[in-house]
């Protein structure tokens, strides 16, 4: 989760949203830059005394500032793509869970080995405990085992909702009538929040994603603790 | 007979034609290549221009980077000036020093530094931003005061010290944000 008035990305705690936060301070570098240089000659031509008044055109800057900033685009649009093609590799996923969004709630069904479902509420503010994050937690967490592939089937049951894990570089929108497929990996245990991220009526801002990362045996537990109390 | 001397005549006119609009051919060429890259408007007409004449009246300026206007500040001279000019016409060190700057601010309205002299504008845009940004000041401490409801429970700083204390707990951020800035063996921040 994000700490009170933070600006930047959270630590990332997947391998993909490493790799997004490698590329965006690539970009985020590249766009300093250009903004800086750019600055320095605003600056430089207002502040100027002096005034050329023969110069007409030059062919030369026309074709290093049309050749450079081509150059520069190709610079950035390469890792991009190579992102985007890294997130579509075949991955062999361990489990397959299906996020299924709800006005306003979701629901979460572990069918690989036996019935497992349940929905998952945001903890409303009177209801907190003292120290819990308002309009994050909810009752009932997706657990997943850490360090292990897992596909995440996503749709609706009314209308758009979009499940997103920022931490983990996930944003997937949730379509009735259709499954979007998201697969990640979780690098550390931990609790990782998200919330809805398409608007889907009065309380779409009250329907968080909490999802967390426990070892193998913690997870096996707790999917037979849960299919008991079922 | 006749029209074969002509033929052979005029082939003759046509070699030496050929020979002379080789070296035509060549300059016409180079003319060409030059043509393509200059971007004069006259030179890519293919008929003749019409010469342009400039009808406009002289103008009077003051710029720094064009210093010398097409005309002269005072068009009409009282007498006194135009005796002035004609003492101008004569050796300069016989004019007095009000007469030279007399003699200036006839050719001229406003000197180098009058014209780079910068004005107080700067005070009143500073001025009228600090009283803007004074003003939102106040409306924002207004609505504070009489329109928003009061903060959650969540956001007491008891709360709020439970909750830090949750998130160094769960390693929020642990790599390079939260928890990353707190020191677990000595119990405090970095």
């Known amino acids: 989760m994000a700490h009170p008035s933070q600006?930047?990305?959270?630590?990332?705690?997947?391998?993909?949203?490493e790799e997004l936060l490698h590329f965006h301070d690539h970009a985020l570098m590249i766009v300093i830059l250009?903004?800086?240089?750019?600055?320095?000659?605003?600056?430089?031509m207002v502040t100027a005394q002096l005034t050329d008044k023969l110069v007409l055109d030059s062919q030369?800057?026309?074709?290093i500032w049309t050749v450079l900033p081509?150059?520069?685009?190709?610079?950035?649009?390469?890792?991009?793509?190579?992102?985007?093609?890294l997130m579509d590799e075949i991955n062999d996923p361990h489990l397959t869970i299906k996020a299924l969004g709800h006005q306003w709630y979701w629901s979460y069904e572990y069918t690989d080995y036996q019935d497992l479902g349940f929905d998952s509420y945001m903890i409303p503010t009177q209801d907190l405990t003292p120290g819990q994050f308002r309009l994050l937690e909810a009752d009932h967490r997706m657990v997943i085992p850490v360090e292990s592939p897992i596909r995440v089937l996503i749709s609706a049951e009314d209308v758009l909702h979009s499940w997103a894990v920022p931490s983990l570089g996930v944003k997937v929108d949730a379509v009735p009538g259709r499954l979007n497929q998201a697969t990640f990996?979780?690098?550390?245990p931990g609790v990782f929040y998200g919330q809805c991220s398409e608007i889907c009526g009065a309380n779409h801002s009250f329907m968080p994603v909490v999802v967390e990362a426990v070892p193998l045996d913690?997870?096996?537990?707790?999917?037979?603790?849960?299919i008991e109390d079922a | 007979m006749k029209s074969g001397v002509n033929e052979s005549l005029s082939l003759f006119t046509c070699f030496q034609m050929l020979h002379l609009t080789a070296g035509r051919v060549g300059s016409l060429l180079a003319r060409r290549a030059t043509a393509a890259f200059s971007t004069s408007s006259a030179r890519m007409a293919s008929h003749d221009v019409a010469e342009t004449t400039d009808m406009s009246k002289p103008l009077y300026w003051d710029r720094v980077d064009i210093p010398l206007p097409d005309r002269p500040y005072k068009d009409t001279l009282t007498t006194g000036d135009q005796s002035l000019k004609k003492k101008e016409q004569g050796p300069w060190s016989q004019l007095s020093k009000e007469e030279k700057v007399a003699l200036y601010r006839l050719m001229f309205s406003q000197t180098f530094p009058e014209i780079k002299q910068r004005s107080a504008e700067w005070k009143s845009v500073l001025g009228g931003i600090f009283i803007l940004i004074g003003f939102t000041g106040l409306i924002v401490w207004w609505q504070k005061a009489y329109v928003y409801p009061p903060a959650p429970r969540t956001f007491d700083a008891d709360w709020q010290a439970k909750q830090y204390k949750r998130m160094l707990d769960m390693r929020v951020n642990p790599i390079e944000g939260f928890a990353a800035k707190w020191d677990y063996e000595k119990g405090q921040w970095k």
């Open chain 1, 7 to 17: 600006l930047g990305f959270q630590d990332a705690a997947s391998p993909l949203m």
């Open chain 1, 70 to 85: 081509a150059i520069i685009l190709i610079l950035i649009a390469l890792p991009s793509l190579r992102i985007l093609y």
């Open chain 1, 218 to 226: 913690h997870f096996e537990n707790w999917s037979s603790l849960m």
């Open chain 1, 34 to 44: 250009i903004s800086t240089m750019v600055l320095y000659i605003i600056v430089a």
């Open chain 1, 60 to 63: 030369e800057i026309e074709v």
């Open chain 1, 185 to 188: 990996i979780v690098s550390r």
